[in-house]
């Protein structure tokens, strides 16, 4: 019986927290093995894992791969970061036009959303002042009113003062 040798599996997983912390490592590649005798499953079947956080520990190999400059797309956190990571390779930017295509309609309803929000606060922030001055105006009058009560009792009482 012959065997097909066409069917490869890769998997690349972009990782960001260290997956072995004991044995930090940029980009690995794993294999299965059989515990017993050592013996490689299949060449066919390979785990690679980028870890984001160690980029520092990429070789001269992975950056000439360019996984380096990947793994530095997938840990930016502005479009501003992203476009500058990808400004001198045309995969990157490709990548990166694509992605922003991708997220164009979330980007708008997070506008929309940021929108509706400042618009909501500041309706609550009107309302606040305007409760605040009313609340402001009724001390007033009522400042006033005890103060006009002090003169009449200071009056009284000097009225009293004089009559003993």
């Not at 890769?10 to 515990?35: C, K, V």
């Not at 400004?87 to 959303?113: F, G, P, S």
């Not at 609550?124 to 009522?142: C, F, H, M, S």
Request: one cysteine or more; aromatic letters at 10%.
């Amino acid at each position: 019986m012959k065997t097909c040798d066409t069917h490869w599996f890769f998997s690349i997983g972009f990782l960001d927290y260290t997956l072995f912390p004991e044995r930090p490592e940029f980009y690995a590649t794993y294999r299965l093995l059989n515990l017993k005798d050592h013996f490689e499953y299949s060449d066919k079947l390979t785990l690679s894992v980028v870890d984001l956080k160690h980029i520092e520990l990429a070789t001269d190999a992975d950056k000439a791969y360019g996984i380096d400059k990947w793994a530095a797309l997938f840990r930016s956190i502005s479009w501003e970061e992203i476009l500058m990571t990808a400004k001198n390779d045309e995969y990157l930017m490709e990548a990166t036009k694509t992605l922003y295509n991708l997220n164009a309609d979330d980007m708008v309803r997070q506008r929309c959303q940021a929108r509706m929000d400042a618009e909501l606060q500041e309706q609550y922030l009107l309302k606040k002042i305007d409760t605040l001055t009313t609340d402001n105006d009724k001390l007033t009058a009522d400042n006033a009113a005890k103060d006009a009560e002090i003169e009449a009792l200071k009056k009284e009482l000097a009225s009293l003062q004089q009559n003993v």
